[in-house]
């Protein structure tokens, strides 16, 4: 795997990967233009889609009815500013029962390749979302297609 990174202005930066693109920065508040994700968003969201793929890899193999899945991810930070914590709520769409979603949370925090890379410093947690937190975590009008691998919605 190989990326390369450039800068446009200020904290501006694109990013490619294969014949991809995205644009990272910084928040106002530290000096960027906002016009891009911020590198730590990148990171959960890597972190958010290996659990994701690996959830459906597992499923898929082991005939677990699962029919969706979202995952959010929040971090938290100690005195100096390092991320301590990452709390994943995973919501689960299908006929799974109790045990097959703790199954499905267990294999994901133990064989997700990017999990794996988090240092035994940060804690880690996969739980169920509550319905209201699934509910409030969706963006509005965000369920989108892909189309030439770019979202369109």
Known sequence: MKVFVERVSNF?????AQK?????????????SDLGFRPTE??????????MMTLLRYAEQNGVPLTDVSITA???????GDISAIDFQV?????LTAEEKKDLLQYVRNNCKVMRTVGP???ISYR?????????SQLAGSRCTLEGGNCCG
């Open 12 to 16: 501006l930066q694109l990013a490619h």
């Open 20 to 32: 991809r693109t995205v644009t990272i920065d910084q928040s106002a508040e530290r000096g960027g």
């Open 42 to 51: 990148l990171w959960l969201t890597g972190l958010c889609s290996c659990s």
């Open 74 to 80: 929040e971090d938290s930070v100690d005195e100096q």
């Open 91 to 95: 919501s689960f769409s299908g006929q």
């Open 121 to 123: 410093h940060i804690r």
């Open 128 to 136: 169920e979302a509550a319905q209201a937190e699934t509910e409030d």
